[in-house]
Nanobody, 115 residues
Framework: QVQLVESGGGLVQPGGSLRLSCAAS????????MGWYRQAPGEQRELVAF???????NYADSVKGRFTISRDNAKNTIYLQMNSLKFEDTAVYYC?????????WGQGTQVTVSS
């Protein structure tokens, strides 16, 4: 069973930056489409960004130009570089792995944007 472990969340002021990491325990990491989702209190979980094994990326409109998703297949890890953070980016961020019908979630990491 693949496990995902996120890290890098925390408290940051508006306009600041954070980088999230997600490490996967699988030998076929490059085959997975990997993504970041987030869920704010009282809201539904929403897609932030995803990246294919070949490096194709897609972003939610709300984060385009501010967030960058990347992956290092040699390290079985994806990253989410978050710049120019806003209050509305506050949420629990979840790493997600997809391979055909298999979907796996990480435990989540809290990101709080506050002054």
């Amino acid at each position: 069973q693949v496990q995902l472990v996120e890290s890098g969340g925390g408290l940051v002021q508006p306009g600041g930056s954070l980088r999230l990491s997600c490490a996967a325990s699988t030998r076929i990491f490059s085959m997975y489409v990997m993504g970041w989702y987030r869920q704010a209190p009282g809201e539904q979980r929403e897609l932030v960004a995803f990246i294919t094994g070949g490096g194709t990326t897609n972003y939610a409109d709300s984060v385009k130009g501010r967030f960058t998703i990347s992956r290092d297949n040699a390290k079985n890890t994806i990253y989410l570089q978050m710049n120019s953070l806003k209050f509305e980016d506050t949420a629990v961020y979840y790493c997600n792995a997809n391979l055909r019908s298999l979907t796996i979630w990480g435990q989540g990491t809290q990101v709080t944007v506050s002054s």
